[in-house]
């Protein structure tokens, strides 16, 4: 379980998040959406230990504030929003960056093994530099995907926190990641993401978080929460949300554009 209580975050004299109070179940996949500026990428940075925050986070009844590094590693993986590389990696160096900063670098043959979830079996031997953004990006998810491979390990769940995982990805190899976290999350591990596409995110998410100035405005079932009323709030435009038959599922679309 994934605790957040009055969580702020201010950076530098900027305060960022306001005092956001949620929580997540492992076994779902949560999509954090909301309109550029208005925290996502904080929250994630917050909950994954990598920014100063003032209230109380808890992994699975872990205070965050306590966990050693080495102990947040083994429990959560981190894909931020935008990774850069200084030195000329190879794709295989890249994804090994994974495994030894987690606690199983013995297990090499995860490798081959996550660059064949995203579709990348035969470019070890390449530099990454010389990939495409959206290749670049798949790299950095098998990456983390090393890290954290079985999603519960010592019968604790383990957590991928993600950030805009597939915003560069062709409509293809978003529904590749979208089917490695869903089996991720079958097996009982945690997946909390920003998602920049409302559509994917109302067509994979167990729950929303919809984050607006700082604040949780709304969070809930993507059906109720993208097709709520907060939505258009929120993105200060007019949105239209409507069911896709047969499955009932959620879509959304701007109307309205032209006056
Ligand atoms: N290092 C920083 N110092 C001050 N303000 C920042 C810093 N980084 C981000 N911000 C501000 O914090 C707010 C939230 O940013 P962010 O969490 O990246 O938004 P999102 O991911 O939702 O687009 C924005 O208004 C942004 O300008
Ligand atoms: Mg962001």
Known sequence: MLTIRNLQVALGRTPVLHGI???????????VIGPNGSGKTTLLRAIS???????????????????????????RGVLPQAATLAFPFTVAEVVRLGLTSGTQADRT???????AEVDLTG???????????????????????VQVWDPVQNGAARWLFLDEPVASLDIAHQIGVMRV???????????????????????????VWLIHDGRLLDAGPPARVIGGPGLAKAYGCP?????MPPAAATFVLPHGLWG
């Open 21 to 31: 109070d949620i929580s997540a179940a492992p076994g779902r996949i949560i999509a």
């Open 109 to 115: 043959d995860l490798i081959a093994r996550a660059l």
């Open 123 to 145: 470019f070890s031997g390449r530099y990454y530099q010389e990939l495409s953004g959206g290749q670049q990006a798949r790299v950095q998810l098998a990456r983390v995907r």
């Open 49 to 75: 230990g990598d920014v100063p925050y003032q209230g109380q986070i808890a992994l699975d009844g872990h205070d965050l504030a306590t966990l050693k590094p080495w102990e947040l590693a083994a429990r």
């Open 239 to 243: 949105i239209m949300a409507n069911q």
């Open 181 to 207: 976290l869903r089996g991720f999350a079958d097996g009982g591990g945690g997946v909390v993401m920003v998602l920049h596409d409302l559509n994917l995110a109302a067509m994979v998410a167990d729950h």
